[in-house]
């Protein structure tokens, strides 16, 4: 089941009036581009790590007590204000592919992997070039850090073109780090990353880490 908001985003709820706060698409690719997290990024975590979106009245006082962050992520267009509950989206890792990563891409051709190499699920393409492609990922994050040890933090994300006038990229390589785990997004054709299946996405690998995490 997709997630669906039982009220749109909207940057015209005033504070007062809202009640749970949840994150934008883009506040979820965002909040998830770094394996350092900074304090806005933090907070936009703090929102997907329940089985509902976080009462504001909790965030605030856990994430904004100076009254700056809400106002910050807002100009970000990073999260968006609910007057409704929202629940996280009932979905199993097994159903990414069918459910999730295919929206992200303009093609519905993707393909989830880890920064390892493997292969979590992939929509539109066969069984070898989804692990081919997860392969690729690996070895770009191997690339990724020899680039960051030299002093260029520039080359995290990327793009190929098969097309000389490079219009539309053929594979787009997306990365996420999430609790302390990093992932890859491929996706064929343009990359459709302002979508609510990105923010089910992020939701569902943090719900289902915290479902399977060995006890301590």
């Known amino acids: ?57 909790r965030w605030r006082q856990e994430h904004d007590r100076n009254g700056r962050m809400l106002q910050q992520l807002q100009e970000k267009q990073w999260v968006q204000l609910l007057r409704r509950q929202v629940p996280a989206p009932d979905v ?8 999730v990563i295919a929206p992200l891409s303009g093609e519905r051709r993707a393909v989830l992997a880890s920064d390892s190499g493997f292969c979590l699920g992939h ?15 690996a070895d770009y994050s191997s690339f990724v850090a020899r680039q960051a040890r030299r002093g ?9 073109h098969n097309d000389p006038d490079m219009l539309l990229p053929e594979w787009s390589f997306v990365p996420l780090w999430i609790d302390g785990s990093g992932y890859w997004l491929v996706l064929a054709g ?27």
């Not at 199993?92 to 459910?99: E, N, P, S, T, V």
């Not at 069984?127 to 690729?136: M, P, V």
């Open 1 to 57: 089941m997709s997630l669906e908001l039982v009220e749109p985003a909207s940057q015209d709820i005033p504070a007062d009036a809202a009640k749970w706060l949840l994150p934008t698409p883009r506040g979820a690719l965002h909040g998830f581009s770094t394996p350092e997290p900074g304090p806005a990024q933090r907070a936009v975590q703090a929102l997907l790590s329940a089985p509902q979106a976080m009462e504001l009245a």
């Open 92 to 99: 199993r890792l097994g159903d990414f592919a069918q459910h």
């Open 123 to 137: 929509s539109g393409l066969d069984q070898d070039l989804a692990e081919t492609l997860s392969a690729a990922a």
């Open 152 to 160: 260029w933090p520039g080359a995290q994300r990327v793009a190929f």
């Open 190 to 216: 343009e990359p459709l990353l302002n979508n609510l299946a990105m923010v089910e996405l992020v939701w569902s690998i943090r719900l289902a880490g915290a479902r399977f995490a060995a006890p301590l």
